[in-house]
């Protein structure tokens, strides 16, 4: 079941949904926007290197940029990050979205990677990508995603906060 503005206000208001910051303005019908965070991350030398993804991570090939904008050329691919962490309890996930307004000038904000694992207590990576014909510039505090809940019909048996390898770093 997909939640609604007020099904996510009262998880809210009885402390099962966290997300810090967070304003009024955020909430939409059924998803809570997210802002972008100042830190970006970019491939350090991008060409004709070959990466064996079995033995690379993207931490290996990307360094962190701490900005209050960042200039996408087209087809360029960055990390972001949101302002706001989520906590989940373990019946409850989320779903990353982008937002229309971005998405129709080219601006994707996750690749693959759209799911809040239940359970979790992070920040969201952002795989932000530049599909556009035009050079993009992403400014902090954007709100660039969107994040909708969804109820499980039991809880997760491994929350992320506690069994995901990358969640505390997040």
């Not at 009262?10 to 303005?25: A, D, F």
């Amino acid at each position: 079941m997909i939640l609604s503005n007020e099904d996510i206000r009262k998880l809210i208001s009885k402390g099962r949904i966290r997300i810090e910051p967070l304003s009024p303005e955020q909430m939409g019908p059924a998803s809570v926007d997210l802002t972008l965070a100042g830190r970006f991350w970019k491939f350090r030398k991008p060409g004709s290197k070959k990466i064996d993804l079995s033995k690379v991570a993207y931490s290996d090939v990307t360094e962190e940029i701490r900005a209050d904008s960042m200039e996408l050329a087209p087809g360029e691919l960055c990390l972001g990050i949101t302002e706001e962490k989520i906590t989940l309890p373990p019946d409850i996930m989320g779903r990353l979205e982008g937002r229309s307004r971005y998405a129709r000038m080219g601006l994707a904000v996750h690749v693959t990677s759209s799911l809040v694992q239940p359970g979790s207590d992070n920040h969201q990576v952002l795989e932000i990508v530049n599909l556009s014909p035009f050079r993009l510039v992403i400014h902090k505090g954007m709100r660039i995603s969107q994040v909708v809940f969804e109820k499980l019909e039991s809880p997760t048996s491994a929350p992320y906060a506690k069994f995901g390898k990358i969640a505390r770093e997040q």
